[in-house]
């Protein structure tokens, strides 16, 4: 059977990365689940960048964002963000552009659901939505 395909979140990983407690426990629970095939979690190539970031500014350290961007890759497959991608999410005209062209790159790329900390963000694209918590219920 084929493992569910997911798009995670940037907020899932900044959980697990800054901390981020009593929530870091879920999502370091979920990425788990990722890293050992259990799930085939995907992650937006623009997401990458906003967790670089965040992640340098947090820490104030450069290599720690690097090392961190490292075990992503080890964990989660990168999504390229296409033209064609950019243009929908454009064409949707969304208040938060951001979490409108995560969506359309899930849907690009045939994954069941979102995983996130905001489910309100994401409610006007016609995606499953899912908190930690709520799909690792779901799947045990």
């Known amino acids: 059977m084929q493992n569910m395909k997911i798009m995670v979140d940037t907020n899932i990983f900044l959980d697990v990365l800054l901390d981020r407690m009593p929530l870091s426990d879920s999502s370091s629970e979920l990425l788990s689940l990722c890293e050992n095939h259990k799930l085939d979690g995907f992650v937006s190539a623009s997401c990458i960048t906003d967790i670089f970031y965040i992640v340098r500014k947090s820490m104030h350290s450069t290599e720690m964002a690097y090392q961190a961007i490292g075990k992503i890759f080890q964990i989660v497959k990168i999504c390229s963000v296409t033209n064609h991608d950019i243009l929908n999410a454009y064409l949707i005209h969304a208040k938060d552009f951001e979490d409108c062209l995560l969506a359309v790159c899930a849907k690009s790329n045939a994954c069941e659901c979102i995983i996130t ?15 930690p918590e709520e799909i690792l219920s779901t799947i045990k």
């Open 117 to 131: 900390r905001n489910k309100k963000d994401f409610s006007e694209f016609g995606i499953p939505l899912f908190t």
